[in-house]
């Protein structure tokens, strides 16, 4: 699929790969699982757990996500670590889950973190005799329908960097995962999929908030900041500010709207640091400016932004 380079370069690139590197699979993402808390604390029997990391990045990995051909140096990087810190009964675990997924600069080494996002809620259940099966259409369990959710996601915002709302399709797809996850229990839905507990932070609210039409200029203006401002920072300095300028105004607005929501959240999460240093040699008005928005939007990081002041 030609979305991360040049048309004169990958055809150059083309001549010299065979033809089956086009059936590599979308995503590259590196697992790690983290249960150390779990055996010192409970004194877990890990041994269900030794092939687990395995199994969860073939299971993302191997699978064809999209009906786009990609080149092996076109997979999309990520990474998916996994803290597991409790298992209230055999085969049962809680943990939390941190999913970074990251996009190339054009004509650099440099790769940009396009999504950050801590899941509280990672709560499954796996044992070795259950291998995972994922249909679209149907739910097959809480592991498998939600590294299936993240797959989708990284797609989504990692093809709105590259065109126009090009992560609908994705995003799409996504919701329908979310959907079926949430309506397998008629108790309620678990945890990460409940849109009617206190935490507005979980898998429902953040597809819910990348689906919103008040996300839609944000969405847009991401696609701007990737393509027309890091991509080409380095030919126009001054331009690429400029579109970080229009993604905080576009932020800014759509936090009138929708405050506190976990996109906005999320997308500082992604994207906070590299803003600031993309900002820290911008004009003092530009400067001022983007300390004012991102103090407000992100006050986490407040005393990082203080410095774009001096």
Known sequence: MIKKYSWLFLVALCAFIPPQSAEA???????????????????TDNSNLNQLRSVIA???????????????????????????????????YEGTAQVVATRPVYG??????????????????YLPSNPMYYNENTYSDELTQTLAFYAYLILAVDYDSFSKLGGNPYLQKALQTAN????????????G??????????????IDNFNNQIMLPVRESMYAYHRTG???FTENPIAARQQVMNLLNAVQQASKGMPGAVYINTLFDAKGEEIYKIMAEASKEDRQKA????????????EMYRKLMR
């Open 108 to 125: 650099t080494n440099y790769e940009s973190v396009i999504l950050n996002f801590i899941d509280r809620n990672f709560n499954f259940s």
């Open 291 to 302: 300390f004012a928005i991102l103090s407000q939007l992100d006050p986490a990081k407040t």
């Open 230 to 232: 890091l991509d080409k």
């Open 25 to 43: 699979q979308e995503l590259n993402c590196t697992v790690t699982l983290n249960f150390n808390q779990l055996v010192s604390q409970q004194n």
């Open 180 to 191: 079926l996850a949430a309506g397998v229990s008629p108790a309620g839905a678990p945890a």
């Open 193 to 206: 999929w409940n849109s009617t507990g206190g935490d507005r932070r979980n898998r429902y609210w953040l």
């Open 58 to 92: 073939d299971f993302i990995n191997a699978r064809r996500w999209t009906n786009d051909n990609y080149n092996p140096e076109e997979r999309i990087n990520c990474k998916i670590n996994i803290n597991l810190v409790r298992s209230p009964a055999q085969g049962i």
